[in-house]
């Protein structure tokens, strides 16, 4: 089980292997202060929030993850890349009968090169070329094709979870764009995944009966862990 502290905060969100939760912020600049300082830590720096495992704070930017904009859901993230790179010459230093056609590869890119540097007009020089630069050449990357957005969105929090490990994803304005039957649906796809979600919403229009709600007037007039 992992809780989510900040300091400002009464309240804990709590995520324990498929929980859901709901946060209504209804304060727009408070709303937009949460947000900016979650995802500042998320991307590695230092802020007001903490996350513990079994009493223990571990590292918010290896085990959160924030969705802000639904409309645009990347499969080409840097973290998810680095890691689809890595597993990729994993894969190929246990395959060594694919050594003669990496040597063979790099042998033709070295003569391509040459070549180049040999009839230019000025005098230039060039990376001699690698497996990681090849690899990063050919831009491996999840090809994904869905039918709806909660597919899309669910698929993305699988990929994250699968290939880098984040656990615990938050979501941010799910009231615009997916209906209450659609994000029911999802909540309950992710907690039998056993996928941790909180909802950041401003507002609550989708009328869920447990919630964290913060007011305008930053009180806490409602509050509770789902799970």
Known sequence: ???????????????????????????????????????????????????????EEISISKNMALITDLVNIQFDEKKINAKINKDIAQLTLRNPEMEKTKFNLISLLEEYASWIVDKYDYNIDYLEPDEQGIIKLLNFHINKEFDSLPSKLLEWI???????????????????????????ILSREATAMK???????????????????IDVDNCEIFKTSIR
């Open 195 to 213: 996928h941790n979600i909180l909802f950041i919403d401003a507002s609550n229009k989708n009328n869920y009966t447990n919630a964290i709600v």
């Open 1 to 55: 089980m992992s809780v989510l502290r900040h300091y400002n905060w009464e309240h804990e969100i709590i995520f324990d292997d498929g929980s859901i939760n709901h946060l209504i912020i209804e304060n727009p600049i408070t709303m937009r202060n949460y947000v900016m300082e979650l995802k500042s830590q998320i991307e590695g720096d230092s802020g007001s929030f903490i996350l513990s495992k079994n009493n």
């Open 158 to 184: 699988n990929i994250s979870h699968d290939i880098i490990g984040i656990e615990n994803f938050i979501v941010l304005n799910s009231a615009i764009y997916l209906s209450r039957e659609e994000e029911e």
